[in-house]
């Protein structure tokens, strides 16, 4: 079975940074997109960031100019550098890879911005 596997959250100051990484291990799949979702406490999952394959990206509004999603396809590793950080980007981040037959998602790593 893949597997996603993130890394990297934490608690951090309002301004700070962070850098999530998610890993996919297991069966070969052809992946069509893999991202970022979060879900901050009593609402539901939203898009953080996206990229596609060919390289094209998507961000949410509220984190543009802010974050940055890359990846490292020989590793399918993709990562999502926080900076910036606003109270309001606490949540649980979840990684999530899209193949052409298939959704994954990791279990979620917590994010929380905080004084």
């Known amino acids: 079975q893949v597997q996603l596997v993130e890394s990297g959250g934490g608690l951090v100051q309002p301004g700070g940074s962070l850098r999530l990484s998610c890993a996919a291990s297991?069966?070969?799949?052809?992946?069509?997109?893999m991202g970022w979702y979060r879900q901050a406490p009593g609402k539901g999952r939203e898009l953080v960031a996206h990229?596609?394959?060919?390289?094209?990206?998507n961000y949410a509004d509220s984190v543009k100019g802010r974050f940055t999603i890359s990846r490292d396809n020989a590793k399918n590793t993709v990562f999502l550098q926080m900076n910036m950080l606003k109270p309001e980007d606490t949540a649980v981040y979840f990684c999530?890879?899209?193949?052409?037959?298939?959704?994954?998602w990791g279990r979620g790593t917590q994010v929380s911005v905080s004084s």
């Open positions: 999530n890879v899209l193949s052409t037959d298939n959704t994954y």
């Open positions: 297991g069966s070969i799949f052809r992946i069509a997109a």
């Open positions: 990229i596609i394959n060919g390289g094209a990206t």
